[in-house]
């Protein structure tokens, strides 16, 4: 199992597309009535998918696997007390999965799809992300968002710092993490890039198209990722990583204590510029759309 793609709705479909293209890098998969999707580089059928609508959300974050893989999660989720939908034989999209949607917790919509088609990796390059990387949301309660994804979904809790848990469904350290907020919705997308050069490099050619870092560049300490985030002019944050740590299955789950920083000091680095202002109102432009 691994994360796949994240689904969103707002106004201007079409500005948000060119945007995600370039100078962001995504490649352009296809358009299916009022949804366009655009892919990454790796064997997967989209990275995101932006749909028109009247108001901004999250419609979901999908997670792929074998049919056995989501067939065993949809199992759990009956028994969970979570609402979920139908099993959908086929999703009208690149991939034409078979699946279904459950809300978690605290309402935030997750997705599992076993693809039906198979999609080739493109090149690497160094101006495009190889993938999704993960989602972090923000919630008010974060060890039952933790306990849904170990006990009905099947992940694993990789981390947990004073302010926030990172789980996987796979070797990569996170593909979600919760940070503590007062209220539910998106923190951020991250994509991952080739490497810290390629990080870099994407700092440049966003701020050549006038949106500047909000925060960046470091080194995270929980997945020792390297980092730089933004805010899309569609009101999102989304995040270049590289070098994800890859986790052994006996991982020690690190706790609080062993996440601590000097005053002033947030990441390994030391030396990321932050605008906490653009973090915070980027965090209320895309609530959850809830399940039907």
């Not at 009247?54 to 969970?80: C, D, H, M, N, W």
């Not at 090149?123 to 008010?140: C, D, G, K, M, Y």
């Not at 810290?196 to 997945?223: E, F, I, N, Y």
Request: charged share 25%.
């Amino acid at each position: 199992m691994r994360i796949r793609s994240v689904e969103l709705e707002m106004p201007n479909r079409a500005a948000a597309v060119q945007f995600l293209q370039n100078p962001w890098g995504l490649i352009d998969a296809g358009t299916r009535g009022d949804t366009t999707y655009l892919r990454a580089t790796s064997d997967q059928a989209y990275a995101i998918a932006v749909k028109e609508s009247p108001q901004s959300a999250l419609i979901a974050v999908t997670f792929t696997g074998s049919r056995a893989e989501v067939e065993a999660v949809y199992a759990r989720v009956q028994k969970s007390g979570l609402k979920y939908g139908k099993w959908i034989d086929e999703f009208d999209e690149p991939g034409r999965g078979a699946g279904f949607y459950v809300s978690g917790a605290e309402g935030e919509p997750y997705r599992f799809v076993a693809e039906k088609d198979k999609t080739a990796a493109l090149p690497a390059e160094n101006a495009r992300p190889l993938q999704v990387s993960h989602i972090v949301f923000n919630t008010r309660d974060r060890e039952a968002g933790s306990k849904m994804l170990t006990e009905v979904f099947g992940f694993s809790l990789s981390d947990r710092t004073r302010i926030m848990n990172f789980l996987r469904p796979d070797n990569i350290h996170h593909a979600v993490a919760y940070a503590d907020a007062k209220n539910v919705s998106l923190n951020h997308i991250a994509f991952e890039m080739l490497d810290t050069d390629a990080v870099m490099r994407g700092m440049g050619r966003l701020k050549d198209a006038g949106c500047p870092s909000v925060w960046g560049p470091g080194r995270h300490g929980p997945g020792n990722n390297t980092f730089s985030y933004f805010v899309a002019p569609f009101g999102a944050c989304i995040e270049y990583t590289a070098e994800v740590q890859r986790v052994p299955d006996d991982y020690k789950v690190g706790a609080p204590e062993d996440w601590k920083w000097p005053p002033g000091r947030g990441d390994h680095w030391g030396i990321a510029s932050r605008d906490d202002s653009k973090l915070i109102a980027s965090s209320a432009t895309f609530p959850y759309r809830p399940l039907a």
